[in-house]
């Protein structure tokens, strides 16, 4: 993949914060997290559930309630400061400069509509075109996300159509205005191994033939290296690691990159043989400690770990990891 290495990235993140203060105590969602995506890549965001993941994909659009949200830091989308953008903005911004393929479609489609309609309505509302011409386009969509019989498929309402039918129909409609930046909640999560594959497969075609940008977040780390360019594990709202897939994946330097890939299953693995887990539980994000968020999980922690953060230790060009201990993982992830 030709990837434009020195022109302005796409998305500019830097130290973002995202604070929930519906509760009785404020939740550090996302604490100081800073990334970039650059025009034609794909980023995979992994981690546990609750790592903060989701949150930062939604923050991209902007779709966390204003009034029960406190944000901070930078995020600029195609020189544009997302922060920043009032309601009028952000309708043009989203779906138009990017749009988001969400883990469940039958929730994130109107049930009351045709799903034609739905994208016929997506691009009208960013493009001044008739309705027969948007409805072409949405017909041509459905043709190139491989959707069979796909004239008939346009005029079905969500509930009508498969899981995997559905999960295509939303890769159109997030299609439908040919946003520069495609943001992938789990979109494959919900669906069985094989139309899995098949979608997977499908969002990495029409990156490549479209020249998209994604931003892709997943719990399967076999997922990612099948989509993604680059990784960047996240713990407790915090990016603890950063590196292309292949330097991730052969050289974990993070005690938590490294129990997660110990802790899949893999076809090495001999019948009968158990998955190494995880020990203990994540921290409570109202609650974090001063130190590494991971320390009481972690079999290299010490005294100093617990009490301050890790600054990023740059491993190997572009590939980076929040460990005082890198220099003892290093023994072990070999």
Known sequence: MNVAEHT???VDMADLSVTFTAGRAPVKAVSGVSLQ??????????????????????????????????????????????????DGELAD?????ASMIFQEPLLALDP????????VESIRRH???????????ALK???????????????AYPHEMSGGMRQRAMIALALACNPQL???????????????????????????ELGLSIVFVTHDIGAALEVADRIAVMYAGRIVEEGTARELIRAPRHPYTIALLRSRAHGAMDKGQRLVTIAGSPPDLSKLPPGCAFAERCRWADEACRTQQPPAVEIAPGHR???????LTQATAA
């Open 8 to 10: 302005p990235p796409l």
């Open 37 to 86: 995506v650059r025009r034609g890549e794909t980023v995979a965001l992994i981690g546990e559930s609750g790592s903060g993941k989701s949150v930062t994909l939604r923050t991209m659009l902007m779709l966390h309630a204003a009034r029960r949200t406190q944000l901070g830091g930078k995020l600029m989308v195609a020189g544009r400061d997302v922060l920043a953008m009032k």
């Open 93 to 97: 911004y989203r779906g138009k400069v």
């Open 112 to 119: 009351v509509y045709t799903v034609g309609a739905q994208i």
């Open 127 to 137: 493009e001044s075109v008739t309705a027969a011409e948007a409805h072409d386009r």
């Open 141 to 155: 969509l459905f043709e190139r996300v491989r959707i069979p019989s796909p004239e008939r498929r346009l005029a």
């Open 182 to 208: 495609l943001l992938a909640d789990e979109p494959t999560t919900a669906l069985d191994a094989t139309v899995q594959i098949q979608v997977l497969i499908l969002l990495r075609e029409l990156q490549q």
């Open 321 to 327: 990891a929040r460990c005082l201990h890198t220099d």
